[in-house]
């Protein structure tokens, strides 16, 4: 089974910056997307940022610019550097990855598809 550790977030005051990580275990085969989102409460999770297997990204406009997402296949991490951070973006920001892996059933180990998200990380944009 996957899983994802997410880490980094935390307070910061406006226009300043912020790195989270997320960082994936288990036997990944293939991925087929990963990247960012954010949730405010009471609101829908909204799409931040994709990067491909090919680290080709994609970013909402709001963030262009200022947001930008990697990976690092040797760690299996993937990371989202936050500058010039407004305090309407305190949200907490889920990493999520859809891949296929390897999944122990029983005694055995079968290939399964599926998305898998990390367990949230708060970011608190205030002065």
């Known amino acids: 089974q996957v899983q994802l550790v997410e880490s980094g977030g935390g307070l910061v005051q406006p226009v300043g910056s912020l790195r989270l990580s997320c960082a994936a275990s288990?036997?990944?085969?293939?991925?087929?997307?990963m990247g960012w989102y954010c949730q405010v409460p009471g609101k829908q999770r909204d799409l931040v940022a994709t990067?491909?297997?090919?680290?080709?990204?994609n970013y909402v406009n709001s963030v262009k610019g200022r947001f930008t997402t990697s990976g690092d296949n040797a760690k299996k991490t993937m990371y989202l550097q936050i500058n010039s951070l407004k305090p309407n973006e305190t949200a907490v920001y889920y990493c999520?990855?859809?891949?296929?892996?390897?999944?122990?059933?029983?005694?055995?180990?079968?290939?399964?598809?599926?998305?898998?998200w990390g367990k949230g990380n708060q970011v608190t944009v205030s002065s």
């Open positions: 999520y990855l859809d891949a296929i892996y390897y999944e122990q059933v029983g005694g055995t180990f079968e290939i399964s598809r599926g998305e898998t």
């Open positions: 990067i491909s297997s090919t680290d080709s990204t």
């Open positions: 288990g036997m990944i085969l293939n991925i087929y997307s």
